[in-house]
Structure formats: structure tokens, C-alpha cells
């Protein structure tokens, strides 16, 4: 029986897309203002228990694969990015001077905010982000169990 009435329902249901585009911003503006992949991915990760909390009758089973799939794989682009820069050291910005997405260099004076100026620090942020959302989502999902193994 779910006993979260449905203005409760109606209002998770709007705020996902916005709380979604907020911790996106803020892991893809991480460079540029306060905040960054960290910060994004707890966002991210309040999304997961809004639904938790909003819907918890609705899940047939624990999703708990799918968010430890996507922690290894933040992990793993992390340490490859880590690793990439190995060329003179380590967390080098290798891709700077490529004119590519990531990496015109940043002119002396005012930074007009470009996302596209600081190399890989955007890349890592994204790592970061993807690797707390499913973290925090996976101890989310854990603490909304029973002991059994069993959804409340």
C-alpha cells in the first residue's frame, strides 16, 4: 500500500527535469563557478531519493546494478584521464593547444567562461559527478531495504 499522496507524486514528477538539469550544470560549470562534480553528483543523486521516497512501492526489484555499473565506469574514466597525461605528468592537460572541444587555451585577462577552456578539468568533473551520483545513489538505495534484502 503507498501511502504518499499524490501532490506529493505530481510534484516529484516536475521537479525531476529541473534538479536534473541544475546537478548537470553544475558538474559541467564546475570549472567556472562554485561547485563542480561533487556537487552535481549529490544533485543527482537527491533525484534518486525523491523517487525512492516518492515511489518505493512502484520498483519491482533494486536497481542496484545498474549504479554500480556506472561507479566503476566514473572510476575508470578518472583514473584513464589520470593516466593519459602521463606524457610529461601525471594529470597533465594533454589536450591543450589541440583546438579541439576541450582544449583552446586560456588567453591572459578576463575569462569570458567558455566551457570549453580548461582542458580536462571538465572531463575529470564529469567523472566525478557520474562516480558520487552512483554512490550516494547506491547508499540511497541500501538504506531503503530491509535487512533481508527486501524493499519497505
Partial sequence: MND????????????????FIFGSYVILHGHLSPGGGFAGGAILATLVAMLVITFRDDFKENPHEIFSILECIGMIFFILLAFFGLSSSFFHNFLVNLNGLF??????????????????????????????????????????????????
Fill in 4 to 19: 504518499v499522496s499524490l501532490i506529493v507524486k505530481v510534484v516529484a514528477y516536475i521537479l525531476i527535469v529541473p534538479v
Fill in 103 to 152: 582544449g583552446k587555451p586560456v588567453h591572459f585577462g578576463v575569462n569570458p567562461g567558455y566551457l570549453n577552456t580548461a582542458g580536462v578539468i571538465p572531463l575529470m568533473n564529469m567523472a566525478v559527478g557520474i562516480e558520487v551520483f552512483s554512490a550516494l545513489s547506491l547508499i540511497v538505495l541500501m538504506l531503503s531495504m530491509r535487512y533481508g534484502g527486501e524493499r519497505k
